[in-house]
């Protein structure tokens, strides 16, 4: 696999802020990702964890799945990302964007740092990847090309339930679908976005599930400005500016170290991630049934 991404592709994610599809691993390697996470489901059925599996899925993953920490750390990523970060690489959350055959789950238009608290920073990347085909049938992502030349634009939380996000935000200003461009990935492809492109996702009518893995990485330089305080995980270089609190992966998937700490961590960056909200935030809800 191609490791760093050229100068053509640096300056292609620079102008339009994504960049996509790229190869990082073949499609075996893809398909044994996406059993060990199938592996996950089967053995951690609803109520056998404080809270049900998808929420450590969706939110934080690294933290308590050595799995998600591994997949994190995966060197043709790591290349990718450090051509447009630098050598200097954390991972604030690792997540898994599951949709089920043929539901209506979708992602609606938003910019990734609009709640995340760490400003309006460019030294933050998303690399989303495919687990099984991501495609306009099974929902696959749209990105506007150029939208993070945005500031952070004006945000509505809808709390829908078909919405994945955690708090179903949304938006504010009609985004006209004609701009966007479908982002087909095959399993074993990546994207990147930067933290401010404007981007969705469509429900999955599709007879398989659509799993990607989004993966967002910061900088040493990037500073949580809402919360008190925030985590990450150093996966490539060194971390001279105290801005993270460093966090190390999981020993085992669970173990009791690893769900103290993301309890932790959960309720500090909900001190961000929830700021503003009317409503409960589902998934950083999850105090009462805390071990
Ligand atoms: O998986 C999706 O459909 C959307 C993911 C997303 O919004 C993100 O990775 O920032």
């Known amino acids: 696999m191609p490791a760093s991404l050229s100068s053509a592709q640096a300056a292609a994610y620079t102008r339009d802020g994504c960049l996509f599809p790229i190869d990082v691993m073949d499609r075996a390697e893809a398909a044994q990702w996406r059993a060990r996470v199938e ?9 056998s964890l404080p809270q049900p599996l998808n ?3 969706r939110i934080n993953g690294q933290l308590v799945l050595p799995l998600m ?3 994190a750390r995966h060197p043709a990523v790591l290349d990718a990302v450090q051509s447009i970060l630098g050598p200097d690489l954390l991972v604030w959350s690792c997540e898994l964007f599951i949709k089920e055959p043929n539901t209506p789950k979708i992602v609606s238009w938003h910019q990734d740092l609009t709640y995340w608290g760490m400003g309006e920073t ?3 990347v998303t690399a989303w990847i495919a687990l099984s085909p991501a495609t306009r049938q099974s929902g696959c992502i749209m990105f506007v090309a150029g939208s993070h030349n945005n500031r952070i634009v004006e945000h509505r939380d809808t709390f829908h339930a078909d919405n994945l996000l955690s708090r179903g935000q949304e938006i504010a200003v009609e985004v006209d679908e004609k701009d966007a461009s ?3 990935l095959q399993p074993g492809q990546m994207s990147l976005h930067h933290g401010r ?3 969705a996702s469509g429900p999955n009518v599709s007879d398989d599930r659509r799993i990607g893995c989004a993966i967002r990485y910061v900088t040493p330089g990037v500073k949580q400005l809402v919360a008190e305080r925030d985590y990450a995980m150093l996966v490539r270089g060194c971390d001279g500016n105290c801005n993270w609190i460093n966090v190390a992966p999981p020993a085992s998937a669970f173990d009791v170290d690893a769900m103290s700490l993301y309890n932790r961590i959960m309720q500090d960056q909900s001190v961000a991630l929830t700021a503003g909200a009317t409503q409960t935030v589902g998934l950083y809800a999850g105090g009462e049934q805390r071990i």
Do not use: N, R
Not at 39 to 44: F, K, N, P, T
């Open 69 to 71: 920490a591994e997949i």
């Open 39 to 47: 592996a996950l489901e089967a053995d951690y059925p609803d109520g």
């Open 55 to 57: 929420q450590y899925f």
């Open 182 to 184: 479908d982002v087909v």
């Open 122 to 124: 460019d030294e933050q």
């Open 197 to 199: 492109m404007f981007h």
